[in-house]
């Protein structure tokens, strides 16, 4: 079976964590772990993730040096993909024991770039400020901010994606049976001139949209979206929270969820599974197999 797995913010960096290599290494560590279980148990593994503090982060230290020579967030999207898919390429290496080939594949995505995304900007990247801090920066940075929880950050657009340029590089390497680390923090993304020629542009995809059109093109028979919440819930944060464990991709996106965090997550399982022989499920990082196995998480799946 051929599965598509998105590793969450949570894979890299736990909230209020300190945007170190060694806290990232140690994070991946453990998601390296959870994702080699389905390889060992015979299935072909596609893995994207987010970028969101670490983009950020970049954007802060351009800034720093060189403020009228930072590199836009196409560059910057592409740097983080190199990083942080390496330490999941070599981690995921050596838990697998060496014994089966990793790569990993910086991923161009196309947008447009007339999407209305690059008027309304709401993609959070790089750290958390309170209000005051957020407000001084949007001012002389002249950044679009955003509340995030009881925290501002800086907000990008966030346009839709519309196809992937590099599809046939992909498949030839899941042909030779390669586990691929790719479309890192939603891809680079890029528009099409009139010459049909690309060029990045400033923006960052939202990564679960992207990758539910990633397992849409290579034909995965399941996609997997991984959080640190275990299921997604009906009246989340309440006392009447309940878990869903099945879910129509009708009935999915009718749910009230949280716009920020599980919203997109669900829209982007449905879009997968809707009218097609294929089932996606959210849920923990370390619930990745079981989850696939129909034993934990929130499964979203045309009726039997």
């Not at 148990?41 to 970028?51: D, E, M, P, R, S």
């Not at 991984?226 to 309440?238: I, K, S």
Request: glycine share 10%; proline share 6%.
């Amino acid at each position: 079976m051929l599965v598509v797995a998105a590793l969450g913010g949570n894979a890299l960096l736990k909230r209020g964590e300190p945007l170190t290599a060694d806290n990232q290494r140690a994070n991946v560590r453990t998601a390296a772990t959870a994702l080699s279980a389905i390889v060992r148990a015979g299935h072909q593994l596609v893995i994207t993730h987010g970028n969101g503090p670490q983009v950020g982060l970049l954007a802060l230290q351009g800034a720093a040096y060189k403020p009228d020579e930072v590199y836009p967030l196409d560059v910057l999207g592409a740097e983080t993909g190199g990083m942080i898919g390496y330490m999941i390429e070599q981690e995921l290496e050596n838990a697998l024991d060496h014994a089966h080939p990793v790569a990993t594949l910086l991923t161009q995505v196309l947008v447009d770039g007339r999407d209305p995304a690059f008027g309304q900007p709401t993609k959070f990247i790089g750290p958390v400020y309170d209000k005051a801090e957020a407000e001084r920066l949007a001012q002389a940075r002249s950044w679009s901010i955003a509340a995030d929880g009881a925290h501002w950050r800086r907000v990008v657009p966030s346009p839709m994606p519309m196809d992937i340029p590099d599809l046939r590089v992909l498949q030839l390497l899941l042909e030779q049976e390669v586990t691929l680390i790719c479309a890192g923090g939603g891809g680079i993304p890029v528009v099409r001139r009139p010459d049909g020629s690309l060029i990045g542009i400033e923006a960052v995809i939202d990564k679960d949209h992207a990758t539910a059109l990633l397992a849409h093109k290579l034909k995965a028979d399941a996609l997997l979206l991984l959080t640190d919440v275990e299921a997604v819930f009906r009246g989340f944060g309440t006392e009447a929270q309940s878990a869903i464990r099945r879910v129509s991709p009708e009935d999915a996106v009718r749910l009230d969820l949280p716009e920020g965090s599980m919203a997109p997550k669900v829209a982007a399982a449905a879009s997968f599974v809707s009218g097609r022989d294929r089932y996606a499920c959210v849920g923990r990082l370390e619930d990745a197999l079981a989850m696939l196995e129909g034993r934990a998480g929130t499964m979203i799946a045309e009726a039997d």
